[in-house]
């Protein structure tokens, strides 16, 4: 089970955007802000280096628009938030979620965590404690498969060393890991060893 980063800044050039498929190039060029774009391109990119993706064929997607790997054998998701993009890759479902560490709204906290995880929140009482929840409550979300359908009141994920929420049916197995202001979390189904972070540079996606 791995986990790979690339920052976005030396993409802001759209170097290596002939290297991705067809329909991320459409994705990339219908995007306004250059960030975008190369958060876009710098996915694209990871995806192709890592899981081998360089035809849209190669990928087929689930009712909620989750994308799999047609040929099966490796589960795959990507998140992305201010300078950086991960790709997680694993042998079971897999969901990861970045956030950049910014001033939260208690209102967000309201709608979206349960009472316990409002109370633990009060306790930790700080933005680290809120994006342990929110990252966990996203990748869980992004590795179901059921995203948004899936109310992130529903279930809880109050960070516990030996914390694997049961959710949709399944044990989630989670960690989370600080990354220069942004922090990480991953959800997969299976116990298997969670690796560190694999950083991957302009040179290395561009192979």
Not at 124 to 148: H, P, Q
């Amino acid at each position: 089970m791995n986990l790979f980063i690339s920052g976005i800044q030396p993409f802001m050039g759209l170097d290596g955007i002939a290297l991705v498929t067809q329909a991320r190039r459409a994705r990339i060029q219908a995007y306004l802000r250059m960030e975008d774009k190369a958060r876009c391109l710098a996915a694209g990119l990871l995806l192709r280096r890592v899981c081998g993706v360089t035809d849209d064929h190669q990928l087929i997607y689930g009712t909620n628009g989750k994308p799999y790997l047609k040929d099966g054998g490796m589960f795959f998701n990507i998140s992305h938030s201010g300078d950086y993009v991960v790709l997680a890759v694993s042998g079971g479902e897999i969901g990861v979620d970045i956030e950049k560490a910014a001033p939260y709204s208690d209102s967000v906290s309201a709608r979206c965590f349960t009472a316990d995880e409002r109370e633990w929140l009060r306790r930790e009482g700080s933005g680290e404690a809120f994006y342990r929840l929110w990252t966990a409550k996203e990748s869980i979300m992004k590795g179901s498969g059921l995203g948004l359908s899936l109310c992130p009141k529903k279930f809880s994920v109050i960070p516990m060393e030996s914390s694997a929420p049961c959710v949709a049916g399944k044990l989630w197995f989670l960690d989370w890991l600080n990354y220069d202001e942004h922090i990480i979390c991953r959800a997969a189904t299976g116990g298997a060893e969670k690796k560190g972070l694999v950083e991957m540079t302009l040179e290395d996606l561009l192979e």
